[in-house]
């Protein structure tokens, strides 16, 4: 089941919730490297867990970790992270604090080296998901197959965020660059 059919046999409640993220967010094409950055953070910490969950938590999420801010999460000291594994509002696990402190600072030299966060993801593109995967090893903390996929496919890096007739898959061809529709 796609998430696009599978928003019609929630709840009302969780449905309003994954509605806005498919409607607004799931698939578009994010030009802010700390959007970037949240959005790879929010997929690393959704692991083992529902992507619900993580979409509650989003708001604590920006507050805890400086709305991503990408330069202040990098300087994060010691001190930071007990404060982060400390908040409930968000998933208090070492791996994946550290892996947002670390992949912060990885950001940081992609930046340098690239001009910003999107111009890597830009030079790298088109890849099949397999060499996508072995980058993103290469390159940050605690990215496996599967968030690799979903924060690929959530910013329009890799097809499968929408069924061809889902009326966003449509409004999201709109808004993407020539270069990404290959």
């Known amino acids: 089941m796609s998430y696009c059919?599978?928003?019609?046999?929630?709840?009302?409640?969780?449905?309003?919730?994954h509605k806005a993220y498919h409607d607004k967010l799931y698939g578009f094409p994010i030009h802010d490297d700390n959007e970037l950055f949240c959005r790879l953070v929010l997929e690393i910490n959704q692991a083992?867990?529902?992507?619900?969950?993580?979409?509650?938590?989003?708001?604590?999420?920006?507050?805890?970790?400086?709305?991503?801010?990408i330069k202040k999460v990098a300087a994060y000291?010691?001190?930071?992270?007990?404060?982060?594994?400390?908040?409930?509002?968000?998933?208090?696990?070492?791996?994946?604090?550290?892996?947002?402190?670390?992949?912060?600072?990885?950001?940081l030299a992609l930046q340098k080296e690239f001009g910003s966060f999107e111009k890597w993801l830009e030079h790298h593109h088109p890849k099949p998901k397999e060499e996508w995967v072995k980058l993103f090893k290469k390159t940050f903390k605690f990215t496996g197959g599967e968030i690799v996929n979903e924060f690929l496919m959530s910013i329009g890096y890799l097809p499968g965020a929408h069924v061809a007739d889902c009326k966003i898959h449509k409004e999201i061809l709109k808004t993407k660059p020539m270069w990404l529709k290959k």
């Open 5 to 17: 059919s599978a928003i019609e046999t929630m709840q009302d409640e969780r449905k309003a919730l």
């Open 48 to 69: 083992g867990l529902s992507w619900e969950t993580i979409l509650k938590k989003e708001k604590t999420f920006r507050k805890a970790y400086d709305n991503f801010n």
């Open 77 to 107: 000291t010691e001190t930071d992270r007990e404060r982060l594994l400390a908040d409930a509002g968000i998933i208090r696990n070492k791996l994946k604090v550290n892996a947002a402190i670390e992949n912060a600072k990885s950001i």
